[in-house]
């Protein structure tokens, strides 16, 4: 009963009412006891508790439970497999049959979005990349090539420079990316490459955010004004790009618009350096690859559009550090992250990434993404190491503008065979060569490089051949990845090692075999023997002399 000034009724009850109730409840499960027990119905089978640690053979137990557990799940799959292979026959029947003529909505959306799925895979297919690159070197009046200053040579395709030259387009080389170089490493690189082109240095900034971010800032005044002054926000070298191209646009006498497109491979800066000339977000760009899927115009100036492109898809042939740095196989799924992390290093300095990214002495690529894990926080359940987690971010250290890393330029480095000194000349025409030198010298100035000892040193492959070519692509692009010679190498030895653990795995448990089989055997009987012993020749005096027995 609800007692009156009180929100809520009582919930106590008179302890004859309880008692009565506890014994229905005994009564109750009394009897499905007796039922359980007439029908044969045990108790709940116990819990296994698995192997104890003191079984013998516990490795192998395990591990046959395991491919037990394999095998189940094996079938499992099998079986659903074969289900929907029979509902898609039926689909397949009831399609084929006369239907009406109306089609459901449900059934159209469904198309739609199919049609929609299917556009999208081709706009991120190598054909389409290739033909929008294409677009953009025929539209272009100058073709500017961004170049890693990491390592310039790789990031050259001689491909392009040649399409380039035989459609008479102005060629530019851009060095991005200084700030990651020693200063001397930079200066080697530009007068090696002004050789055959024109060259400007350049370091993109990485945090260039819309008009409305912006707006929002400007009102916030910083008391320190330390808000757009670090590493990634610092910008050197629009002002003297923008300048160079307005003076060649005035020395060129042109009567429209001035097409400058911005081309090289995935990652190099291509939509950051369009960004921090234009001072705004006019193109989507970041760390990961191949964000640029087709032609983009950008309006910089009057009579003056910079024009953004697709990375260049580097080709199967190329060595193996070229593809991990300069190809999208990882973002396409014809490699793991943790076999590009694996191959860039092999290729490095063991001593200089220890010291880059502050690890002990490592055995193998694997145990340093372990440690590198750890060190990162990059865990799995139970504390694991998640080392794919970890190779991502390796990786990205060395395609994003992040790590340091060098290459020397060559010594005697010859005109390439597409290219002759008049070709060079004809280049040069149309571009103030001073006012180039000039700004070069005072970004140099202005930059803050790394010191030499912290930067890894990196054994640059040459010039990566790219696909321009639509035709030379096959019509149906496998996605099974392509072995490089390198790659068989690798698994053959990984092949040798498991073999071999698992010969000694057999050789141990055969050890421990043979004392139990020994044990086994039936015990032999040992007759006593006899000894005669002298006890004439004993001497009497037993005693411990320490002057004479110890010396």
């Known amino acids: 009963?609800?007692?009156?000034?009180?929100?809520?009724?009582?919930?106590?009850?008179?302890?004859?009412?309880?008692?009565?109730?506890?014994?229905?409840?005994?009564?109750?499960?009394?009897?499905?006891?007796?039922?359980?027990?007439?029908?044969?119905?045990?108790?709940?089978?116990?819990?296994?508790?698995?192997?104890?640690?003191?079984?013998?053979?516990?490795?192998?137990?395990?591990?046959?439970?395991?491919?037990?557990?394999?095998?189940?799940?094996e079938e499992k799959e099998k079986r659903?497999?074969?289900?929907?292979?029979?509902?898609?026959?039926?689909?397949?029947?009831?399609?084929?049959?006369?239907?009406?003529?109306?089609?459901?909505?449900?059934?159209?959306?469904?198309?739609?979005?199919?049609?929609?799925?299917?556009?999208?895979?081709?706009?991120?297919?190598?054909?389409?990349?290739?033909?929008?690159?294409?677009?953009?070197?025929?539209?272009?009046?100058?073709?500017?090539?961004?170049?890693?200053?990491?390592?310039?040579?790789?990031?050259?395709?001689?491909?392009?420079?040649?399409?380039?030259?035989?459609?008479?387009?102005?060629?530019?080389?851009?060095?991005?990316?200084?700030?990651?170089?020693?200063?001397?490493?930079?200066?080697?690189?530009?007068?090696?490459?002004?050789?055959?082109?024109?060259?400007?240095?350049?370091?993109?900034?990485?945090?260039?955010?819309?008009?409305?971010?912006?707006?929002?800032?400007?009102?916030?005044?910083?008391?320190?004004?330390?808000l757009d002054r670090s590493r990634g926000a610092a910008c050197f070298g629009n002002e003297s790009l923008s300048n160079l191209l307005t003076s060649y646009y005035t020395n060129s006498d042109r009567e429209g618009a001035l097409k400058i497109g911005l081309v090289g491979f995935p990652n190099v800066g291509k939509s950051s350096v369009i960004n921090s000339v234009k001072g705004v977000l006019a193109c989507n760009a970041g760390v990961k690859r191949g964000i640029t899927r087709s032609m983009q115009e950008v309006h910089l100036m009057k009579n003056i559009n910079l024009v953004d492109s697709p990375g260049i898809m580097a080709q199967d042939s190329n060595p193996a550090p070229a593809l991990a740095l300069r190809s999208l196989r990882v973002e396409e799924?014809?490699?793991?992250?943790?076999?590009?992390?694996?191959?860039?290093?092999?290729?490095?300095?063991?001593?200089?990434?220890?010291?880059?990214?502050?690890?002990?002495?490592?055995?193998?690529?694997?145990?340093?993404?372990?440690?590198?894990?750890?060190?990162?926080?990059?865990?799995?359940?139970?504390?694991?190491?998640?080392?794919?987690?970890?190779?991502?971010?390796?990786?990205?250290?060395?395609?994003?503008a992040k790590l340091s890393y060098h290459c020397k330029p060559p010594e005697s480095a010859a005109l390439p065979s597409y290219m002759s000194e008049e070709t060079v000349a004809e280049m040069k025409k149309g571009w103030d060569l001073k006012r180039i030198k000039t700004a070069n010298e005072d970004i140099l100035k202005d930059v803050k490089f790394p010191n030499p000892a912290s930067s890894i040193s990196f054994m640059s492959r040459g010039p990566t051949t790219g696909l321009l070519d639509v035709a030379e692509i096959p019509d149906k692009e496998t996605k099974e990845p392509v072995v490089v010679e390198e790659e068989e190498q690798q698994q053959q030895q990984e092949e040798k090692e498991e073999e071999e653990m698992e010969e000694q795995i057999e050789e141990e448990v055969v050890e421990l075999q043979q004392p139990q089989e020994k044990e086994s055997n039936p015990p032999v009987l040992v007759q006593p023997v006899t000894v005669t012993v002298d006890v004439s020749r004993?001497?009497?005096?037993?005693?411990?002399?320490?002057?004479?027995?110890?010396?």
């Open 333 to 400: 799924g014809l490699e793991t992250e943790l076999q590009a992390a694996t191959t860039l290093l092999k290729h490095c300095d063991k001593t200089q990434v220890m010291l880059q990214y502050t690890v002990p002495d490592y055995r193998n690529p694997l145990e340093f993404l372990t440690i590198f894990a750890k060190k990162r926080g990059f865990l799995l359940k139970g504390g694991l190491a998640n080392t794919e987690q970890a190779a991502a971010a390796f990786l990205g250290d060395w395609t994003g």
């Open 80 to 226: 659903k497999q074969a289900k929907k292979e029979e509902r898609a026959q039926k689909r397949k029947k009831e399609k084929d049959a006369p239907t009406k003529e109306a089609e459901p909505k449900a059934k159209k959306a469904r198309k739609d979005e199919a049609e929609r799925k299917q556009k999208a895979v081709e706009k991120n297919s190598k054909r389409h990349l290739c033909s929008e690159l294409n677009k953009v070197i025929e539209a272009c009046d100058v073709l500017i090539e961004v170049l890693d200053a990491r390592d310039p040579l790789g990031c050259r395709c001689p491909q392009l420079e040649e399409a380039a030259l035989k459609k008479n387009k102005k060629l530019l080389f851009l060095l991005n990316k200084i700030d990651l170089v020693p200063k001397e490493n930079a200066e080697k690189w530009i007068q090696c490459l002004q050789k055959e082109l024109p060259v400007m240095a350049f370091k993109a900034s990485t945090q260039i955010q819309d008009k409305t971010m912006q707006a929002k800032k400007s009102r916030i005044t910083p008391s320190n004004g330390l």
């Open 1 to 73: 009963m609800k007692r009156p000034k009180l929100k809520k009724a009582s919930k106590r009850v008179s302890c004859s009412k309880r008692y009565k109730i506890q014994k229905k409840v005994r009564e109750h499960n009394r009897k499905l006891k007796k039922e359980a027990k007439k029908k044969g119905v045990s108790k709940r089978p116990k819990k296994d508790l698995g192997v104890p640690s003191s079984a013998p053979f516990k490795e192998e137990v395990l591990r046959e439970a395991e491919q037990r557990r394999l095998q189940i799940e």
């Open 538 to 551: 004993s001497t009497a005096n037993d005693a411990y002399d320490f002057n004479v027995d110890f010396k």
